[in-house]
């Protein structure tokens, strides 16, 4: 049951359904692993970020105070958003007053203020700004299957609108056969440079429960920087400290090159397996935790479906997303109007590795993260947030 239990937890953070995100933040961030792994070369450099303080999370025992203290906070959101709407449609909607005289206009100055006034709303704000990629030229022995991909994802990114919100926390309560196995928290923090680019900052910590953790202990963390102009990935980190191994897995995204660089190093059983890799990648390709944001900001229409390139550990595979339907479910005592999404992972070729995640967001303008359910060999691993500050 400890191996079943840590290998679908880790499976889901780590390798190809590792999209959680964080809530809380860590204490002091963790030590960058460019400076782990010692990178000299100056073109890896520029991707190190400086130590900086982060908020503490809760301990395990007040995850209840908590989970109760933001239930109130959960609905005030839901609230204000639903009063936001009312306000908009009594913007909209006719005023009841007592009827003034109209002036005649003439033809003319009706046409000219009608079409001043469709300019203004043709103006996309920043948000609504969709994702543009600078072509470059593709080297010559770059694979024909990418260039594939890549004419499907450039429809798929030019649908894309923000859907990060800085300061956004979440906590996820995960379960396994019923039974409370752990937490994921997941924050958005203020934007950084790094690469000569700025990049939105998304990390997530998963911490076994108190119970589990006397059986197996995982205190792991994830953190990726995404590019904010174009939403591809600069760099993606995952530490795993666990009663079993410990893990540093690295991966640098240079766009101009279209390539990824890997380092990795697992020490288990007091054996040392270090792996370094540098590949070819499809000019538009996510790592495994920031897909989860992006499909947040897809139109996410009724039978939508969208086939996106993702990168984990210098290979690539494909996320197959389907939006199945509106429903509404219950998420932590409250009722919440939903998105539900099945997502199906597979690696291409002779790998045939799949994964099946259905995930529930919120239908709202933010599109917050919900719940989650996925199947593994042994039963399925079930996530329902907790918590949520923005």
């Not at 005289?101 to 033809?107: D, I």
């Not at 979440?170 to 396994?176: C, F, G, H, N």
């Not at 102009?229 to 980190?237: A, G, Q, T």
């Not at 599109?367 to 079930?382: E, M, P, Q, T």
Request: aromatic residues 12%; contains cysteine; hydrophobic residues 35%.
């Amino acid at each position: 049951m400890k191996r079943v239990l840590l290998l679908c937890i880790v499976m889901l953070l780590s390798s190809q359904c590792a999209w959680f995100s964080s809530k809380l933040g860590f204490g002091v961030r963790d030590s960058d692993l460019v400076e782990t792994f010692d990178l000299q070369d100056e073109k890896f450099a520029q991707y190190k970020i400086s130590p900086k303080r982060v908020e503490m999370p809760p301990e395990e025992d007040d995850e209840i105070i908590i989970a109760a203290k933001n239930k109130n906070k959960l609905a005030a959101i839901d609230t204000r958003e639903n009063k936001k709407r009312k306000s908009q449609k009594a913007a909209i909607a006719p005023k009841s007053r007592p009827p003034t005289p109209v002036k005649k206009r003439s033809k003319k100055v009706e046409k000219l203020k009608t079409s001043k006034k469709a300019e203004v709303k043709a103006i996309p704000s920043e948000k609504d700004t969709p994702a543009k990629v600078v072509a470059t030229k593709y080297p010559e022995d770059y694979p024909s299957i990418y260039q594939k991909y890549d004419q499907t994802s450039a429809a798929i990114w030019s649908k894309y609108r923000s859907s990060i919100y800085v300061g956004e926390k979440i906590v996820i309560r995960l379960s396994y056969l019923g039974v409370k196995a752990g937490t994921v928290s997941m924050v958005v923090r203020p934007n950084e440079k790094i690469a000569g680019q700025t990049a939105y900052y998304l990390s997530a910590r998963l911490k076994s429960a108190k119970f589990y953790s006397y059986i197996y202990k995982l205190d792991d963390s994830l953190h990726t920087f995404v590019d904010s102009s174009h939403f591809l990935p600069i760099k993606y980190s995952l530490t795993q400290r666990e009663s079993g191994q410990s893990v540093d897995d690295l991966q640098l995204f240079d766009r101009k090159e279209l390539k990824t660089h890997f380092w990795y190093k697992r020490i288990k059983n007091k054996k040392t397996k270090e792996e370094k890799k540098s590949a070819y990648i499809p000019r538009y390709a996510l790592d495994s935790f920031s897909a989860l944001y992006f499909i947040r900001g897809l139109p996410l229409k009724d039978g939508d479906s969208y086939q996106i390139p993702i990168v984990t550990r210098a290979k690539i595979w494909l996320m197959k997303v389907k939006v199945e339907k509106r429903e509404l479910i219950e998420v932590n005592g409250q009722n919440y109007r939903s998105i539900r999404i099945n997502a199906v992972t597979h690696y291409p070729g002779v790998l045939k590795r799949r994964g099946n995640i259905t995930f529930w967001f919120a239908d709202n303008n933010y599109r917050d993260f919900l719940k989650f359910r996925a199947k593994i060999k042994i039963g399925s691993v079930h996530g329902e947030r907790i918590t949520l500050y923005r």
